[in-house]
């Protein structure tokens, strides 16, 4: 009986915060290794556009060896529709209720200072067959887990669950 009241709350929590969320699908693609990993990411801003990159290296690592070296590749994507509030060093997006959304911020750390996402933000790289497309999940709410998700399309256990934990926080 708790676990069917559970589920009856979390029914009628999702199309609430659903709504206080919005998702980005960058325009650029990338095709890259079908079974290789995500090594190294990074927030940058292009400085001539203020538009928000991701900046993503993929590896083959996982099965380089003697006969394959080691190779990675590294690509940007972009996210339009963000606004670059110069002022705070901060990306920020409006979902369409107009509620504004802080996606990234320039945290100083010396003595390299870069972009990071904020807690309510999330990019998940989505992978089939190697071709890769980033997607920028923000919500108003603050949400645990990591910033950075992969997801392969080969039905693994990590995926599945990847996957089922990013629909139960939109």
Known sequence: MKFLLGLALLALAVPRAHGQSLEIVSPTRASTFAHGDAIFHQIERDHSTNEMLARVTFSNYPY???GE?????????VFPGLHFEAARNEFVARNRHQVRIPIAGLHLNFPY?????????KILLVKRSGHVTAVLNGTTQPRGGGRWVQIDDNW???????LGFEKLTR
Not at 156 to 162: D, G, K, V
Request: hydrophobic share 30%; charged share 30%.
């Open 69 to 77: 070296p080691r190779r990675d590749e590294t690509f940007d994507f």
């Open 156 to 162: 693994s256990l990590q995926n599945l669950l990847a």
């Open 64 to 66: 380089a060896g003697d």
């Open 113 to 121: 200072s870069g972009y990071k996402l904020e807690p309510n933000a």
